[in-house]
């Protein structure tokens, strides 16, 4: 599922369930991040598309990499240091760039982004370098993963509205 937005919908659930303790946009800029491994095979014309980045580890590590490279954007932009941060923003969105939570979402966006490709590609080995092996493979259809990842995105964007819904009516 390269460059998909299906990848998306579990982050989704997830900040609706815990959108202070979570950076969802280190989560997609993660799984961003590992897809450029097969945009660049796929522009080279090379096989196997996916390659040591989809593996666990080094995917991880993406995830981990560019969660602290998004903890660093408000001090790039200075927009989100001032003192009046606290007033301005809600937590869920400064969870957005606070180092933990970009931690926390690019290491989930690397590593199920890897998880949710090796179900569906052969040329996939996620274990490397302990094993060659993907056992995860065909576990499930292509056609029943897409459909599962894109529910799980209807349920994370209508959680995530319906939280934003109730604020605003507290607020009132």
């Known amino acids: 599922m390269p460059f998909t937005p299906l990848h998306f919908g579990p982050g989704l659930i997830v900040k609706a ?13 993660a799984n961003i991040a590992v897809d450029l491994e097969p945009l ?35 001090r790039a932009f200075r927009a989100a ?39 569906i590609y052969t040329d996939f080995h996620p274990f490397v370098p302990l094993s060659v092996q993907n056992p995860l493979h065909g576990l499930v259809t292509p056609g029943a993963l897409s459909y599962g990842l894109f529910l799980a995105g209807l349920i994370g964007l209508a959680l995530l509205v319906l939280r934003a819904w109730f604020i605003w009516r507290a607020s009132r």
């Open 17 to 29: 369930a815990a959108p202070s303790q979570f950076s969802l946009t280190a989560y997609t800029l």
């Open 40 to 74: 660049f095979h796929i522009v080279r014309g090379d096989y196997p598309l996916h390659g040591p980045v989809h593996t666990f580890p080094l995917a991880t590590l993406t995830g981990l990499l560019v969660g602290a490279g998004v903890s660093l954007l408000p």
């Open 81 to 119: 240091s001032s003192k009046d941060t606290a007033r301005k923003y809600p937590d869920a969105l400064r969870a957005e760039f606070r180092l933990p939570e970009c931690i926390i979402g690019g290491v989930l966006g690397g590593l199920s982004h890897s998880l949710i490709d090796s179900l």
